[in-house]
């Protein structure tokens, strides 16, 4: 299991980092193109102080160590030795023994069926059993899908063909859960981090989901808009994807709906996203790392005032707040908990 210390800094108890000039916004993990935002994630930002005779203390022992580096997930700085235990662990996956996980299914089933207004909030890990590799999963993944984007090169990104498999994909366990538990009222509204268009595959209507980073499948008038679900990928490298706006009063030149590193969140869907989160009594944490700001601040916020579930193989920031905690895969912890809510009588669709 992972030591105690770790844990701690896992559920983000304290984090130690200068600021930077090289990145794209606050909490960013990537360097390059906005030179005049500032972030906490930055290595090029740890040297940028070091060169200055400012280095930062280590998030775990507090020693400076003009040798220790950034962890992208987190943007925690660590000493050199500190950094050696750590990225051993940080992609550790975490698993409980059937007959735990079996009750656990049966808590969440009564917290669901209790609740007053049920959000899910999604990540990238819920798409894993439909073939779409996920971000941050280790080398030593047991997905099926193997290690996380993050941990291939450039290279091997390509090879992947990592778009093609998204939208080859289609609604998985989980997706089809959820679908089923809006449909019968026990969940209210899904806020997603996926752009792969499987939460809408799986019947979820536009009105009953946020996607806070877009749809591969959606393009938008950014005049008026309006927005058109297409059946073939929309992304371009130039944002506008060569069609117009059809509305005779408009016309405009359409834009693909992906959020790019930097990118605000669409305005009307952030908004509706915490219009529910002020609601929510509880808040479903599926298959995310609750790393990415700012969407990771809604069940953050929600933590802090209702009931937060988590259900991930990997540790998270919010992991010490949650009320409860599923260590397995997701597809069937929600297999589980809608056959559960099915035998008890709660759903009806």
Not at 111 to 137: E, L
Request: glycine fraction near 10%; charged fraction near 20%.
């Amino acid at each position: 299991s992972v030591p105690e210390q770790w844990l701690k800094i896992f559920c983000g108890v304290s984090r130690a980092m200068p600021q930077c000039r090289q990145c794209c916004g606050a909490g960013c993990r990537y360097h390059g193109r906005h030179g005049v935002r500032t972030c906490h994630g930055c290595q090029e930002g740890v040297a940028a102080a070091i060169a200055r005779g400012q280095c930062p203390s280590c998030a775990q022992c507090h020693t400076r160590d003009a040798r220790g580096r950034v962890d992208k997930q987190t943007g925690y700085f660590y000493c050199s030795t500190c950094w050696a235990e750590y990225d051993s662990l940080r992609n550790y996956e975490f698993w409980d023994d059937p007959s735990d996980l079996e009750a656990k299914c049966q808590k969440l089933a009564s917290m669901i069926a209790g609740s007053r207004h049920c959000i899910a909030f999604t990540g990238a890990g819920i798409s894993t059993g439909c073939g779409v590799p996920d971000f941050r999963s280790g080398t030593n993944t047991k997905l099926p899908t193997g290690p996380g984007v993050w941990q291939l090169s450039q290279e091997e990104r390509q090879k992947a063909g990592i778009l093609d498999r998204a939208m080859a994909a289609v609604p998985g366990s989980t997706h089809t859960a959820l679908s089923r538990l809006w449909r019968c009222g026990l969940l209210k509204q899904i806020v997603s981090q996926n752009v792969d268009g499987l939460h809408r595959k799986s019947g979820v209507p536009p009105g009953a989901l946020c996607e806070l980073h877009g749809n591969l499948y959606v393009e938008v008038c950014p005049r008026c808009g309006a927005e058109y679900e297409r059946d073939f990928c929309v992304i371009t490298s130039a944002r506008e994807t060569g069609r117009a706006c059809e509305r005779p009063e408009c016309g405009a030149a359409l834009r693909d709906s992906g959020i790019r590193f930097g990118d605000p969140l669409p305005q009307k869907c952030w908004k509706r996203a915490w219009e529910h989160a002020e609601t929510a009594d509880l808040c479903l944490c599926l298959g995310s790392s609750l790393t990415v700001t700012p969407a990771s601040e809604i069940p953050a916020w929600i933590a802090k005032r209702h009931k937060l579930v988590i259900v991930n193989l990997q540790a998270t920031p919010l992991d010490g707040v949650a009320c409860l905690l599923l260590h397995g895969m997701v597809d069937e912890v929600l297999e589980r908990v809608v056959q559960v809510l099915d035998q008890k009588g709660f759903l009806k669709g």
